[in-house]
């Protein structure tokens, strides 16, 4: 479904020639959009008209109430996300907005795929404030449908019914489960006892009141989240022979609330951040607690060299000697230059947006080891997938992520590449800043 389609956007910002080329970059975009002045046509525009759908609110409006204010009266009456435009970046700005809307803010100027993928999470976010709102119903409704998995386990928790839909939630067919498999099989080993004994005391209580939340294995290795709600089956003797249950797959509603949760962290933790190095590091914890298991690498240009070199990572639990063995260098000395890329892979680091990378390890080292020691390294990982974003602004290339693990990513994508946008404007500017104090 095109998210553009029938999405109305109003535009408050009180400078007549800003105001015309945002709303002209908005229309092109594909969503309509509408213009208030002030802040107090923006409260009395927002609360008639209930085909706009997110308000772009500029901070200073000039004369009358600013748009903070405005966005306080407006969310007193409506529950509409509201992103903020600002000049600013500094924390009293950043907490200013931070306490009023959920949804983040745009330095202006910051480029239109930034703009527009602020945007696009806004209503992501929107939409998953609206479901956690009405999860009750959400549930019920899910549970008379085919996407919700039905299930009924014997004492142990050995399974001896299930519907199809086990197959689409974790790859497993019902009769690879049936009499095969028991619940807390799908737990991640190192949370097995923890999680089954939850799963008992929920289904023990009983009812839709005590479902829980809770990560599962898919079979392809993926880590699944779903939400459980069970009963116990009571014998003729008063004791339990078994458990029924529904279980639905919440990983993107999950995974769009943690995005949510994490970026706004990011954002306002860039605002007090003074130097590249710290906003490299930055970049590089905040992927960990996004993705979690994966090994989590950012790169910085010297423009003088025209070289990339790692300037951070984690996530490697392997011996970096061993690595290092298996490479024939060191990853964390070793340099690409820009030479050695090809103009297809420049076009792609410098779009903004994270790729997927098709022989992933030979790409990044620009062809300079071999395919077959690629495979060893990516073997000796336990790596599937490479996934790579520049850092970009303005046709400028300060470096960029890398991410190397198992899973497929597909909900958190959008928070990664407006991370990246965002730490390359954060990175432009600490520059900048530098350069000026050197003169």
Not at 33 to 54: C, K, P, T, Y
Not at 213 to 233: D, K, Q
Request: neutral net charge; contains cysteine.
């Amino acid at each position: 479904m095109n998210l553009k389609r029938n999405k109305t956007i109003l535009l408050v910002e009180n400078e007549s020639i800003p105001a015309k080329i945002t709303l002209k970059t908005l229309q092109q975009e594909g969503f309509r959009a509408v213009h208030a002045a002030s802040g107090e046509e923006a409260v009395d525009m927002a609360i008639r008209n209930n085909e706009i759908n997110l308000v772009l609110m500029d901070i200073d409006l000039g004369d009358g109430i600013d748009g903070p204010e405005a966005a306080r009266r407006i969310l007193a009456v409506r529950d509409i996300p509201i992103v903020f435009l600002t000049s600013h970046s500094e924390k009293e700005y950043v907490e200013r907005v931070k306490k009023i809307t959920r949804y983040g803010y745009v330095v202006k100027d910051s480029g239109s795929f930034v703009l527009f993928s602020s945007i696009e999470m806004a209503f992501e976010l929107n939409q998953a404030h609206q479901q956690v709102a009405s999860s009750e119903e959400r549930f019920r409704q899910l549970a008379e449908s085919t996407e919700t998995w039905i299930w009924e386990t014997d004492a142990n928790g050995l399974f001896v019914y299930s519907n199809s839909v086990v197959e689409r939630i974790l790859g497993y067919t019902p009769g690879q489960i049936i009499q095969k498999k028991h619940f807390h099989d799908f737990f991640p080993r190192s949370q097995q006892m923890s999680l089954n004994l939850m799963a008992l005391q929920h289904y023990q209580a009983g009812g839709g009141d005590h479902k829980f939340e809770c990560v599962v294995n898919h079979r392809n290795g993926n880590r699944v989240m779903i939400e459980s709600s069970g009963f116990p089956i009571i014998g003729k003797n008063g004791a339990v022979t078994g458990y029924r249950g529904v279980n639905v797959d919440v990983t993107e509603k999950c995974i769009k609330r943690k995005c949510g949760l994490i970026y706004s962290e990011f954002q306002n933790a860039v605002a007090e951040i003074r130097s590249i190095p710290e906003v490299l590091t930055l970049v590089v914890a905040t992927l960990t607690k996004l993705l979690g298991d994966s090994i989590n690498i950012v790169s910085y240009l010297d423009e003088s060299t025209q070289t990339l070199q790692i300037a951070d990572f984690n996530g490697l639990k392997k011996p970096i000697s061993k690595l290092i063995q298996i490479l024939g260098l060191d990853p964390r000395k070793h340099k690409i230059h820009v030479a050695d890329i090809t103009p297809e892979e420049l076009d792609m680091y410098r779009s903004g947006k994270l790729e997927l990378l098709e022989n992933g390890l030979y790409v990044l080292f620009a062809r300079k080891v071999s395919q077959k020691v690629c495979d060893a390294v990516g073997s000796f990982l336990n790596i599937r997938n490479v996934y790579a974003v520049g850092f970009t602004n303005r046709g400028r290339h300060f470096g960029g992520i890398i991410i190397l693990t198992r899973q497929e990513l597909n909900a958190e994508i959008s928070t990664i590449e407006r991370m990246a946008g965002y730490a390359a404007i954060a990175i432009k500017r600490l520059e900048a800043e530098s350069a000026s104090l050197a003169v």
